[in-house]
């Protein structure tokens, strides 16, 4: 099929980049962006990791034409900390251990942003409900489930969050 | 107790910064200059005689850079064992299920390689095929395998004690069978692979694996190249769970296809081939017969296992054996026979899955409970008096050192309220226990011992390489907390290398639970040599005996005057400067009996440890829809020595979800005829965030095995397939029917639950 040019607005800069009608925003951000933070594992729509926020709602970017992405922001899971600095909520996946495989992940950060922003500190079920559509096979969700819930509503007696921010004292220090 | 600094702490995995943003590269995100699209063509029939196939059009294409088939493959064969070698990278004579591999394609992109698949003709003469495993047996038509007879491709057989004997002196006998069918692993990752031949010939590939060396070996075999012509690099790699250990067809065919275009290629697997096309849990019909005296000691069993393996062997001894050997693990069983026979069929392969025949040990526990239910015991006190014991042997003669299944057993208990809660819960509540037990190793021969190898940088960082693999459990994280735990240092001051077969020794990798137990200690026993070597310099800098200093903290100190210091860094400089470098090595080797064989010698030492698992299930089941409601789930597990909770809670949370959760719930595969109706995640019904139990209890009970690096051994296997039977028991609980048919999806439990309410009012028409 015949490539065309579109200009995309990814993680806030402007990207020239040929496609064609049928590639998918997944294809494009993976195939011809580089941008391989977003992982395709069923291609259907189901499990969820290749969420990306298209104007800060969670969309997932297997079922979303690169064509339907053009004048809108798109933000993968690249874009989510400033530079180096991760973001509060990725920090916190570190912290409560969160990650195992970690090729889910992405696509849960992305859904669980989106929720914080619409909802600040929501309660359990409403996290559990908010990653329905995440599918992870490693984790059991219970630790990511504690680092969304953290993150909207840190403790001081946290035990992981104590653990990981300075976690062995050097001597003289 | 232990005065370690880094290991036994919570502390965050050392990937995991790379994984948040989405930096980590897992094998579909390699791209290499010219890299080609591989894509593999499958057979649409069951069993069929491969006739001719023609691939003149397909190579005609214009795009299309290579097509192989059979003919390519000088009929090469692969089998874990010399004597399960059956089954040939590309099919030359015939298929034996839909997705037997017929040709491979590399082409320029993906729509070209996948026009060039519609493009090869294959001629086929079909077969009758076979998709049961009884009917298998007894078929009259053509064997799957000549040389098989009645499609029997392993039969295991232990027999110990006195069986027939014991069965005459039982106060109480019960036969019960219990069928599973198969389930799956759908790792978060689709298979992928990506091969090239690189400028020295030498074969290079990346792809998920249960441990690179596994992968290597087969790989030099086929391609009749040495060894180190094998580079299996480094990868992130998204789950595992027993699916990624050997080699598969598509290993070969794109190493292949790199070999014949003289370029990179790719191939990803959708999520339906990674189902169909890499391995499956086998499907299992177990009959157990057990006979107890009248306190509920098990005095004699006997077992029988038909377990339906697919189409080829796989890994089948082992996978025959294991449901087996984790029973006669956690409970004793002197007097013991057990048959398990793996039968082909024209389905998938079934190889090794993180829940060895749940139908098997579900049935096993299920059986206890109906045993203890006829003598008037609960089931705590029934497990208790039948569980095992430190210092024992199992029936097939492994010495039992560390053993606190009955500490995980009272732990699980008093967490979860089941004294408090067992017989006293409302209708259609319930709450059941599992118990189950695990090997760490298995005997791998050559591959079962690990070596690695520490350098120091003029820096005072250290570089440290082992061959273990990190599928996504930790085990990157595992290494750098005894690395810095013995050399003194931080974990941000060590570099790891691993999973690499250029620059690694041979390790068994992740396969068999054995990643800390025997990779870790390597590289704990590296450390320690290694620390010897600074010993000496700091020693004589600060004019004390090398065996009176310790290292902590990126320093090395008089243990009785630590004021008395000196950087490790310095210590490092020092050496260089008086021309040593320092470097060590250490490896493992566990003690196992090598002549114990899973068919031909089942008894002997199996491997230095096991771990042993409780799992407390509290459910409430809708008795009009027969949907379960999981309220709370206790997992308690001897895991040795807890080196990192964090990570542990998260195996025992994630053991839940795929042992219980999903595989006693919702998990299974779905047949018409030899294709299966459900393998993708739309139909596989895969645990999610908000069918979990809202409260897992985590609780690690440590033996300290005295041959565990500072006393560990497996961690979270054992919560996985108790899982498994902790769901069940307490489903069977809820509705007060035994269940012998999993997983317990709806229409079971509503079928049961109505045919009990029909019993019920025939025994009693007048019961108010």
Known sequence: MEKIQITLNINDKPCDVMVSPNDTLLEVLRDELDLTGSKDACSEGICGSCTIHMDGKPVRSCLTLAMEAVGTKIKTVEGLANGDELSDLQQSFIDHGAVQCGFCTPGMLMSADALLKENPSPDDKTIRKALAGNICRCTGYAKIVDAVAHTGNPQDNCPDCLTSSKPYKIQGE | ?768
């Open chain 2, 1 to 768: 107790m232990s005065d370690y600094t880094i290991v036994g702490k919570r502390m965050p995995r050392v990937d995991s910064r790379a994984k948040v943003m989405g930096k980590a590269k897992f094998t579909a995100d390699i791209k290499l200059p010219g890299m080609l699209v591989g894509k593999i063509k499958r057979s649409p029939y069951a069993h069929a005689r491969i006739l001719n196939i023609d691939t003149s059009k397909a190579i005609a294409l214009p795009g299309v850079k290579s097509v192989v088939t059979g003919k390519d493959t000088e009929g090469v064969k692969w089998g874990v064992f010399a004597y399960t070698r059956d089954q040939e990278f590309i099919q030359t004579q015939k298929v034996r299920y839909i997705g037997d591999e017929v040709a491979g394609v590399a082409a320029v992109d993906e729509e070209t390689a996948l026009k060039a698949l519609d493009l090869i003709d294959v001629e086929y003469e079909e077969l009758p095929p076979v998709f049961d495993p009884m009917e298998a047996m007894v078929s009259e038509t053509e064997l799957i395998h000549e040389d098989f007879p009645n499609n029997v491709n392993i039969h295991v057989n232990i027999d110990t004690g006195q069986v027939d004997e014991n069965f005459k002196k039982a106060y109480y006998i019960r036969e019960d069978t219990y069928v599973a069918p198969e389930e799956s692993y759908f790792q978060a990752e689709p298979y992928a692979i990506v091969a090239r031949f690189d400028h020295e010939d030498c074969l290079e590939v990346w792809m998920p694996n249960g441990g690179p060396h596994m992968k290597s070996k087969p790989l030099s075999n086929a391609f009749k190249i040495p060894l180190h012509k094998v580079k299996v690099r480094k990868i992130a790699i998204g789950g595992a769970f027993g699916g990624r250990s050997e080699i598969c067809p598509v290993d070969y065919i794109c190493a292949l296809l790199a070999k014949k275009t003289k370029r990179p290629v790719r191939i990803e697997f959708t999520r339906e081939e990674n189902t169909i096309a890499t391995r499956q849990g086998h499907a299992m019909i177990t009959t157990h017969k057990t006979g107890v005296d009248k306190e509920g000691r098990v005095l004699a069993r006997e077992t029988t296992c038909y377990m339906d393996g697919g189409a080829y062997s796989s890994t089948g001894p082992i996978a025959t054996s294991v449901p087996f050997l984790s029973m006669e693990q956690v409970y004793r069983m002197e007097s013991v026979r057990y048959n398990g026979y793996r039968v082909y069929t024209n389905k998938p392969i079934r190889g090794m899955i993180r829940t060895h025949g749940r139908g098997f040990a579900c049935g096993l526990d299920i059986q206890l409970d109906m045993i203890a239910d006829h003598l008037g015991i609960d089931p705590v006190e029934i497990r208790l008096r039948n569980c095992r014991k430190p210092g024992e042997y199992t029936s097939t003669k492994s010495y039992v050192d560390s053993c606190a299944m009955d500490e995980t057993i009272h732990k699980a208990v008093e967490k979860s309220g089941f004294k408090e809660k067992w017989g006293k819960l409302p209708p259609f509540h319930g709450i059941g226990i599992g118990t189950n037990s695990v090997q760490t190793g298995f005997p791998m021969g050559i591959r079962g011992g690990s070596q690695s190898f520490i350098k120091f940088n003029e820096d005072g960082e250290a570089t440290v390489m082992s061959g273990v693999v990190d599928n996504g459990q930790g085990n990157d994280n595992m290494l750098v907390q005894i690395a810095a735990e013995e050399l003194g240092l931080l974990p941000e001051d060590i570099h790891l290398v691993s999973a690499d077969t250029e620059t690694t020794s041979s390790d068994p990798g992740s396969y068999s639970q054995v990643s800390t137990f025997v990779g870790g200690q390597a590289v704990m026993n590296a450390a320690k040599n290694c620390k010897e070597k600074l010993f000496e310099v700091a020693a004589k800098v600060l004019k004390v005996k090398p065996d009176t200093l310790a290292a902590k903290n990126r320093l090395i100190f008089v243990k009785d005057d630590p004021e008395k210091s000196i950087p490790i860094k310095k210590v490092v400089r020092i050496s260089l400067l008086n021309f040593n470098s320092v470097n060590a090595e250490g490896g493992y080797w566990p003690k196992v009996d090598m002549k114990r064989e899973w068919v031909k010698n089942p008894y002997g030492q199996m491997c230095e440890a096991f771990s042993f698992g409780t799992t407390i299930i509290e459910v409430k089941v809708d008795p009009d829809t027969g949907l379960v409601e999981v309220l709370e789930a206790t997992a308690a597990q001897d895991v040795g020595y807890g080196i990192n909770p964090l990570v542990l809670e998260g195996q025992f949370e994630g053991s839940i979800a795929m042992g219980g959760q999903g595989g006693m719930l919702t998990e299974y595969h779905e047949w018409e005829g030899g294709r299966c109706i459900n393998p993708t995640m739309l139909d596989y019904k895969l645990p999610l965030a908000c069918d979990m139990p809202p409260k897992i209890n985590n609780i690690i009970v440590e033996s300290i095995d005295p041959k565990g690096p500072y006393g560990a051994k497996e961690a979270a296997m054992s919560i996985a397939m108790s899982a498994a039977q902790g769901y069940s028991a307490a489903v069977s609980n809820a509705i007060g029917v035994y269940m012998d048919s999993f997983p317990l999806t709806p229409d079971k439990i509503l079928a049961a639950i109505k045919k009990k309410k029909a019993q019920d009012e025939k025994e009693a028409p007048v019961k108010k």
